[in-house]
């Protein structure tokens, strides 16, 4: 079972420098989301989606595009890299409802990106 | 607002020894969610248990706990005669009836000594 695969798992940017995650998922889920994990913060929300075509801003959006073109994948964009964005990044899925209805979110593996 | 704090950075034990972790939220909701995750060294974020806001009933799964306490906003955790696998960061997380987000605490370091 794949469930929520992330690719790359790690990357090295130069200040300035874009790149886009990749997350993909295969359990037919309608919600997908984007943390950042930093040391001792825990987990925050980056961007969200309730569906395909759609998106929303969580709690630390600010230097980060979304896309969601597809119902399996979740593309997270950094636009211009800075020091700052250097954390794990995680996707994640969960089925039909928000976590406050008690679905279960389940996450990918984590992208180690580091900006220099 | 909400909020979970994990006031434990790091605990170390010798194997078999248990271990609770403390985990306390605050919200103002009275339908809310509670979840432990459990991340290891590998980096994955696996689903431990979930737990609502009405079901204060305590609950085991192998050498795992969890003490639900409405009265003190707490909801721990326990891991009974640790194994050194047992050896990751284990995070404690709130949602609340109408969010979209799960809001972390910020992890508690659990180290398993041979």
């Known amino acids: 079972n794949a469930g929520v695969t992330q690719t790359p798992k790690f990357r090295v940017l130069k200040t300035g420098q874009s790149m886009t995650l990749l997350c993909a998922q295969d359990?037919?889920?309608?919600?997908m989301y984007w943390y950042r994990q930093d040391p001792g913060m825990g987990l925050r929300l980056i961007h969200y989606s309730v569906g395909e075509g759609t998106t929303a801003k969580g709690e630390v959006p600010d230097g980060y595009n979304v896309s969601r073109l597809k119902k399996q994948n979740f593309l997270l964009g950094l636009e211009s890299a800075a020091p700052s964005q250097t954390s794990v990044y995680f996707c994640?899925?969960?089925?039909?409802?928000?976590?406050?209805?008690?679905?279960?979110?389940?996450f990918g593996e984590g992208s180690w990106l580091t900006v220099v | 607002a909400q909020k979970v704090t994990q006031a434990q950075t790091e605990i170390s034990v010798v194997e078999k020894e248990d271990v609770t972790l403390d985990c306390v939220y605050e919200t103002r909701d009275t339908t809310y969610y509670l979840f432990w995750y459990k991340q290891p060294p590998s980096g994955e974020l696996v689903f431990l248990i979930r737990r609502n806001s009405f079901d204060e009933q305590n609950e085991i799964s192998g050498r795992y706990s969890w003490n639900f306490q409405k009265s003190t906003s707490s909801f721990n955790f326990t891991i009974t005669a640790s194994q050194v696998v047992d050896s990751a960061v284990y995070f404690c997380a709130l949602s609340e009836a109408n969010d979209y987000k799960l809001s972390f605490g910020a992890g508690t370091t659990v180290t398993v000594r041979a």
């Open positions: 994640a899925s969960s089925s039909s409802d928000r976590p406050g209805k008690g679905n279960t979110i389940y």
């Open positions: 359990m037919n889920h309608e919600y």
